[in-house]
């Protein structure tokens, strides 16, 4: 993994002190040794989940791919859980995702589901703002989010909700939903600006994939930039 990549999961917030996705599903797969059954929804979380998570077992990953079907993760993962009932299932989703399907906490209520649900919530349709981000000079229209509360909402089904919003605790929070038998709900505050690459244009090919964010240096540039400054070079 490139040296600027390895620093940010490490630093674990980003420029608003708020989580990084990436940090959240590298910690999970450390956590969990890469051996668990994930099943994301669709959108940033996604692609940092199919990214971040080191899978180490053959069919444990359960994703509605390209097809993009936002809400899909909870009842998916209800479905993953009956199939395998020996395993660990999480369900990740996005705060949007979260809110299209967020009737199934009623059948993991019902059939007493040890399902653990993640929300990464960025308040907006991150993916969609990331293109706004990329193509759209940041104008970010449509994607702003105001949610609803979780925690009210995971209690009304009977299962227990943690938000979590600081590095020191992500690891303990993921830790008590291992330990807790039956579902809880996990809810990480996340970073906006956070993107996740690579990404290919709509409408482009590989060659046309974006590797960096076109708008920000990453950090070898600003330190090659700076020491070319030093010597009294201009870029
Ligand atoms: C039913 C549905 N509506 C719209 C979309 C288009 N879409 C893809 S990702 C996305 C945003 C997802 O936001 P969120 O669930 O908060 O996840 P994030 O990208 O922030 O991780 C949208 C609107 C879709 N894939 N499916
Ligand atoms: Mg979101």
């Not at 299209?100 to 589901?113: A, P």
């Not at 609803?148 to 590095?167: C, M, Q, S, T």
């Not at 605790?169 to 993107?195: N, R, S, T, W, Y």
């Amino acid at each position: 993994m490139a040296g600027d990549l390895k620093e940010e999961i490490e630093k674990g917030v980003g420029e608003d002190g708020k989580l990084l996705m990436k940090t959240v599903i590298s910690k999970l797969s450390d956590l969990t040794e890469g051996k668990d059954l994930i099943v994301p929804d669709v959108g940033q979380h996604q692609m940092m989940a199919s990214r971040f998570y080191n899978f180490q077992t053959e069919n444990s990953f359960f994703v509605s791919g390209g097809a993009g079907t936002m809400g899909c993760s909870l009842p998916m993962a209800i479905g993953v859980k009956m199939a395998r009932p020996d395993e660990r299932v999480w369900s990740i989703s996005g705060d949007g995702g979260f809110q299209m399907n967020v009737q199934e906490l009623g059948t993991i209520m019902e059939h007493d589901l040890d399902v653990k649900i993640i929300i990464l919530n960025n308040g907006y349709l991150g993916m969609v703002r990331q293109w706004q981000t990329f193509f759209f000079d940041a104008c970010y229209a449509g994607t702003p989010m105001q949610s609803p509360d979780f925690g009210l909402i995971a209690n009304a089904y009977g299962i227990p909700h943690r938000k979590v919003e600081k590095l020191a605790d992500v690891v303990p929070a993921l830790q008590e939903a291992i330990d807790h038998k039956g579902a809880m709900v996990l809810e990480f505050i996340c970073d906006p600006a956070e993107v996740i690459l690579p990404m290919i244009p709509s409408g482009g090919g590989f060659e046309d994939m974006l590797v960096k964010h076109p708008k920000k240096k990453s950090n070898t540039q600003k330190k090659e930039k700076s020491s070319k400054a030093d010597q009294g070079e201009t870029a």
